[in-house]
């Protein structure tokens, strides 16, 4: 495989307009492929029609039209505020201005059309804003990811329709039901719908991000397989440089001990046979950076003992202690083990992965948090050997400046990490009271460690947006039902309210004498007539002459009988018994 393969059946996706190259100011810009060959006016106006304001200009003409050219309200005995004839003048600028800011204040685009539906009405359902409201209220769900400010709108808007209920005139309970069905299937669902809209496109997008990283990992591959290659071209040049250093190396053993040389000659002789011994082991050294995972690790440190780092670093003005914790025994870093003896060496691999995490971890803590105190801990347990390298946050001063000039940083505690891995050991390096520690632990016998799985990050982006995108679909699901079940029960508890309150006592109703003040007649009324201040459908017309005529509930689950009083100028003039059951 080479770096340009590709996943089969995975189209190959156009590099993003900043990562392109850029082109000379003198060249003319690019022409679309699908403008063919026609003169750039037309070019122009295909580019303008397929831009987010001609986009914008037809949504507002869209919205604009009902509610500039609807009929009234939808229902005869609809409460009404505002005469219409103002809010249809007021909705163009209001409406345009709802889809001006849609994009960048999509919340602020969908209480518009709420409010002017409002004035128009406190049950909220309108002939003119309702295809608003449920545009916006779509278009707030595909561009929004605030949802507790979007489910504050819909209280708002539930609580004013609320208020408005007990202010305008004519405006009953019912009609309060009707603004939150309104909210429930005009904005609240059209809103989850755009939701789960905007959760299928980062769905998309994240597969189609997980599908470029599995391509770019396959290059990985190739150009890891290029590597082994090479490596191996490395190890052939290993074996003949090497051999061809070693006879140089005998025969100036050869000529050292010849009897025919004189001192200096036998002294330059020695120096070039010790110069190519050196130059032999460093070339083994050399070429074992680059071998296969399965090849054994250069056995000796390069560049002493951890001892040696830790006086190195503490000379150049680092605060480091290096402690040994032999078989949970803290002594210092030279000190004699108890029996008296030095402490035990490393096996050579061990012993080089622990030079090379501390070599690592120092040059970390210089970097990034000079000045802090630095702990080198070395510890034996039974057939394993531990590190620990902590280092505590900086002075206030330094981190400042360390902020100012940050740099991202390099990839050496990944490279630390293989090398760990390779000598058959773990590394763990996270944050620690706000310093860092870095922690390996190695065996004492040789051998490698399997590479652990890789767990992507884009796949795990993939199931968290799959996970959302399931959560919309129910959250459409059961929001909606959930609401019109609270609803219901809300209606049925209000229903049963109001009918026990709209019971006019029968001894109540015998007091009553005709031609007794209106006033003094009301003062002894329920709170609530049969049907809940409104006439009931079923009800007989009004006796002649009488000017309004009220009805009362006998029981309060049917309207078979219902006490009926009229006025006439004031005074109560006709009361009897009717039949007002639909």
Request: glycine share 8%; aromatic share 4%; net charge neutral.
């Amino acid at each position: 495989m080479t770096g340009t393969d590709r996943l089969p059946g995975t189209p190959r996706r156009t590099l993003p307009d900043r990562l392109r190259p850029s082109r000379p100011a003198s060249d003319p810009p690019e022409r679309d492929p699908r403008d063919g060959d026609r003169p750039a006016p037309a070019a122009a106006l295909r580019r303008l029609l397929r831009s987010e304001r001609a986009a914008d200009l037809l949504l507002w003409l869209v919205l604009t039209l009902p509610a500039v050219y609807a009929a009234g309200l939808p229902g005869a005995e609809q409460a009404a505020g505002v005469d219409l004839r103002w809010i249809r003048i007021a909705a163009v600028p209001l409406l345009a201005l709802a889809v001006a800011v849609g994009r960048s204040r999509p919340l602020l685009a969908a209480a518009i059309p709420a409010g002017l539906a409002l004035a128009a009405t406190p049950e909220l359902f309108t002939n003119q804003f309702v295809l608003a409201q449920v545009a916006l209220s779509f278009l707030l769900g595909r561009r929004a990811d605030r949802p507790r400010r979007v489910l504050a709108l819909f209280c708002a808007v539930a609580a004013a329709g609320l208020v408005l209920v007990r202010a305008v005139p004519d405006a009953t309970f019912a009609g309060w039901a009707t603004l939150v069905l309104t909210v429930l299937f005009a904005m609240v669902l059209p809103w989850l719908l755009g939701r789960y809209a905007r959760q299928h496109a980062a769905l998309v997008s994240t597969g189609w991000e997980l599908a470029e990283r599995l391509e770019r990992e396959q290059e990985l591959t190739a150009d890891r397989t290029r590597l082994r290659e090479r490596s191996r071209i490395a190890g052939d040049m290993h074996d003949s440089l090497g051999h061809e250093l070693t006879l140089i190396a005998v025969r100036a053993a050869a000529l050292q001990v010849s009897p025919g040389l004189d001192e200096p000659a036998r002294k330059e002789a020695a120096e070039l046979r010790e110069a190519a011994a050196a130059a032999t082991e460093r070339l083994r050294e050399v070429i074992g950076v680059l071998r296969e995972d399965d090849e054994g690790a250069p056995a000796h440190p390069a560049d002493g003992r951890v001892e040696e780092l830790v006086k190195r670093a503490a000379a150049s003005g680092m605060e480091v202690e290096l402690v040994r914790d032999e078989g949970g025994d803290r002594t210092a870093a030279h000190a004699p083990s108890p029996d008296g003896e030095p402490p035990a060496p490393l096996p050579p691999v061990a012993d080089r992965a622990i030079h090379r995490v501390v070599q690592e971890a120092l040059t970390n803590a210089a970097k990034h948090a000079p000045g802090a105190p630095v702990t080198v801990r070395l510890r034996r347990d039974g057939d394993h050997a531990e590190v620990t390298v902590v280092n505590g946050p900086p002075p206030p001063r330094t981190a400042k400046a360390l902020k100012a000039s940050e740099t991202p940083g390099g990839y050496g505690l990944v490279g630390l990490d293989e090398r760990v891995r390779l000598a058959g050991g773990t590394l763990r390096a996270q944050p620690v009271d706000g310093g860092f520690s870095v922690t390996a632990r190695l065996p004492l016998t040789p051998g490698a460690a399997p590479a652990p799985p890789r767990e992507y990050a884009a796949r795990r982006e993939l199931a968290a947006a799959r996970r959302r995108v399931r959560r919309g679909i129910l959250d459409a699901i059961w929001i909606p039902v959930v609401g019109t079940i609270v609803l219901g029960a809300l209606l049925f508890g209000v229903d049963l309210y109001t009918s026990y309150r709209s019971v006019l006592d029968a001894g109540t109703y015998d007091s009553f004498r005709i031609g007794q003040p209106r006033d003094a007649v009301e003062r002894r009324l329920p709170a609530y007539e049969a049907d809940v201040n409104t006439r009931p459908a079923a009800a007989p017309a009004d006796p002649p002459g009488t000017d309004d005529c009220v009805l009362y509930r006998t029981t309060p689950f049917t309207l078979d009988p219902s006490y009926r009083l009229c006025f006439t100028d004031g005074r109560l003039s006709h009361k009897d018994k009717v039949d007002a059951d639909p």
